[in-house]
């Protein structure tokens, strides 16, 4: 097979390809990925919504993106750990974060940093390409310890740019670490259109100077990504090391709700290219074409969702009030004195605007 060359399991008309000893795909599987996927897309659309409503602080979209990463979380096992950005919460909810700790977040509450109890899921890593460093070191620790638990870590294209991401998979290959580097080449960090970001014609060939596997996907076949995953995580713990899987995706929308991606690419062409690309649209026509498609079925799963989101926001919106001191107490484990005069300072501040 020609190096790095994309995998796709379903063409974009939805057409089953032939991949040799590829597991089956049953109608249950199909049916669980849409439904997750409309969960996540429904998020993600009312969380705009409601930062537009001035009931959010800010919001990073991921509509598009919803098959590169519902798939490859939905390969995870309980244990394992997924190290997010601030754009994968498609993931996080699919591995089992709460949707109203997710809204919480983008409400700048440390509540949404906090992931279920048991839950191996890292708050998003902002600053650009830190999370790979921290998978590798989580994973090598699950070695340490003797289980086969593993990590993903979600990055950008833009990341690999980034020294972070080359420590990251070199650290991981030398002591053959339990991670899967998953990025999603969205084929933009923020502006910088990728052609001005790397001269390799792809990002999975990255993997060689590191001495490991690279895997490219279509980032909007949702089977593609999720049974490249699976592998790649089976690798990870019979310990033969980390794989980086490339999943070229899109996002339609903007970098952040604070962006206007008509500054930078033409919209309308992005608009276009949607029956071609969208993940959702994909499976709906394989699962036709596999005469799994029931449009009843389909109509209860979109209407239990939006309940689902509904329920989540009025949960998110009852929270407690936050407590100022948050900002804080949570930047160390303990307070440096610099914070701490910052703290009193401020607290000082508050206490005279009410005297
Ligand atoms: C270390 C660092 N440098 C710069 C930034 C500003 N910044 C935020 S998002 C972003 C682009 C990242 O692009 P990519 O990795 O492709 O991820 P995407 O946003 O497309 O999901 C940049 C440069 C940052 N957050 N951290
Ligand atoms: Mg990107």
């Not at 049953?26 to 998020?43: G, P, Q, S």
């Not at 977040?105 to 906090?114: L, S």
């Not at 309308?268 to 036709?288: C, G, N, T, W, Y």
């Amino acid at each position: 097979m020609e190096p790095f060359k994309m995998i796709r399991y379903m063409d974009e008309q939805g057409n089953k390809q032939d991949i040799e000893g590829a597991e089956a795909i049953t109608e249950d599987l199909a049916k669980a990925m849409y439904e997750k996927m409309t969960l996540v897309r429904t998020f993600d659309r009312k969380a705009i919504s409601l930062q537009r409503q001035g009931r959010l602080g800010t919001y990073a979209p991921f509509e598009g993106q919803e098959a590169a990463q519902v798939g490859s979380a939905s390969a995870l096992k309980g244990e394992d750990w997924l190290f997010p950005t601030y754009r994968d919460h498609a993931a996080t909810i699919t591995f089992g974060h709460s949707l109203p700790r997710v809204f919480l977040y983008w409400n700048g509450r440390v509540e949404g940093c906090v992931a279920p109890e048991g839950k191996h899921i890292f708050p998003p890593a902002v600053p650009i390409a830190t999370q790979l460093p921290h998978a590798t070191g989580a994973a090598l620790a699950e070695k340490w310890k003797g289980t086969d638990n593993a990590a993903i870590v979600y990055f950008g294209d833009g990341a690999t740019s980034e020294g972070d991401f080359h420590e990251g998979m070199n650290f991981a290959s030398v002591f053959k670490a339990p991670v899967v580097f998953f990025n999603q080449n969205n084929q933009y960090a923020i502006s910088v259109h990728i052609s001005r970001q790397m001269n390799s014609e792809t990002i999975a060939q990255k993997s060689v100077a590191y001495g490991i596997p690279g895997v490219r996907v279509d980032g909007n076949d949702i089977f593609a990504v999720h049974f490249e995953t699976k592998k790649a995580l089976e690798r990870a713990r019979r310990g033969e090391g980390p794989t980086l899987i490339e999943a070229v995706t899109w996002r339609y929308g903007a970098h952040t709700t604070a962006d206007d991606p008509t500054k930078y690419r033409d919209q309308e062409a992005s608009v276009q290219k949607r029956p071609q690309i969208d993940p959702l649209l994909r499976l709906e026509r394989f699962m036709k074409n596999e005469g799994y498609w029931d449009q009843d079925w389909a109509e209860e799963v979109s209407s239990k969702c939006a309940e689902t989101i509904e329920s989540a926001v009025a949960e998110m919106e009852s929270f407690p009030e936050p407590n100022v001191e948050d900002i804080f107490d949570y930047v160390f484990e303990k307070p440096t004195w610099t914070i701490q005069q910052q703290k009193e300072e401020y607290l000082q501040l508050l206490r005279g605007n009410q005297g």
